[in-house]
């Protein structure tokens, strides 16, 4: 996988370990962005009027099939708490009612149910999941221990954040089903990571992040929500799309889609993500990746003496992994391997909790955890109390 860490604009005196957080851009899918960029700024009239809005479409339509879901169905969005609060905001909440969620979500999603909620006098209920996890059955159980005659919506992620777990969103979307819930799935980490049939998945909502796993450039993610949602989300921004001059069959996309002037070049690039995918057959890569994670797994388990958060399997890790690490001060360890050892690696402060989770592409390879190792394990050596 050496050779793949030319085609992209990375540092290379970084050992790049968080591309979890932001994605990294490739050169061919960059140079695609800017020349978007570059025709936006040589005739902004005929890109913002014409060619930027047919390329829209190609784009959104490519996405479409690549993620499982009729293109009417999905919008391009600036990154997926955007897209979640668009839905949130629609919900008709009232005062008593429950939403069930986990105490492993994004903390950013976290405050959006939170503000909406406290708004409308709801409830955003955090169910605990024990750690570590056996199985995809105690996670589906253990999140419906919170449900409740109040819950009316279930949110969860696919992948989730701090702990880098897959979970069975599709077993958990069938049992909200089964409930007469309402399904919304945080799905940031998943396009482009593991497979992704939306449909098949069963959500009523789906958000989803291009700009990580798919390697698109920065502000490009997804929102899709079944059509017998789509009527009842008002945009958070009103604009010409609200009756529109020129409307496009669709009340979803002409609500969400034009609001006004702003460069969407980011979202123009899908088509080239998915071609430098497929050059490179990126599912091997990625099944590469998973193996690489799943045979490190073991050292770091040791060396932290922290136990693996799931089982180690392909069926819930992906090319993440999350340790809980015993430090004090998680924002000065992830300076230090930064700053001295050039590693770049998020330690996450999580309820009262701290983790740091590596997370591996194709450009990585085992060398690269081996510098992660060393340092860790100099670290510890050292006697440093940022690590006991």
Known sequence: MQDLKNH????????FLNFGSFGACPKPVFEAYQNWQLELEKEPVQYMLRKGPQQLEVSRKALADYV???????????????????????????????????????????????????????????????????????????????????TKVVFVSHITSSTGMILPAEKICRRAKQEGLLCIVDGAHVPGHIPLNITALGADVYTGACHKWMMAPKGCSFLYATPALQTQLDPLIVSWGYKSAKPSGSQFLDYHQHTGTRDYSAYLCVPDCLSFMREHNWEEVSKKCKALVLQSAPKFIELLQSPAL??????????????????????????????????????????????????????????????????????????????Q
């Open 68 to 150: 499982g879901c009729e293109a009417s169905n999905l919008l391009f969005v600036p990154n997926p708490t955007y897209g979640l609060n668009i839905v949130i905001k629609n919900l008709n909440l009232q005062p008593g009612d429950e939403v069930l969620s986990t105490d492993l979500e994004y903390g950013a999603c976290d405050r959006s149910w939170e503000f909406y909620c406290s708004l409308r006098g709801a409830t955003f209920k955090r169910q605990h999941i024990e750690l570590p996890v056996s199985s995809e059955e105690q996670i589906v159980e253990d999140v419906f221990k919170g449900l409740s005659k109040k």
């Open 310 to 387: 799931t089982p180690l399997n392909t069926k819930h890790l992906g090319q993440m992994l999350s340790l809980q690490i015993r430090c004090n001060n998680p924002e000065a360890l992830q300076t230090l391997l930064y700053d001295k050892y050039h590693i770049e690696i998020p330690v996450i402060p999580f309820e009262n909790k701290v983790f740091i989770r590596f997370s591996i592409n194709g450009f990585n390879t085992s060398s690269d955890l081996d510098k992660l190792y060393e340092a860790l394990k100099q670290i510890k050596a050292e006697g440093q109390p940022l690590l």
């Open 8 to 15: 992209f604009l990375l540092d290379p005196k970084v050992t």
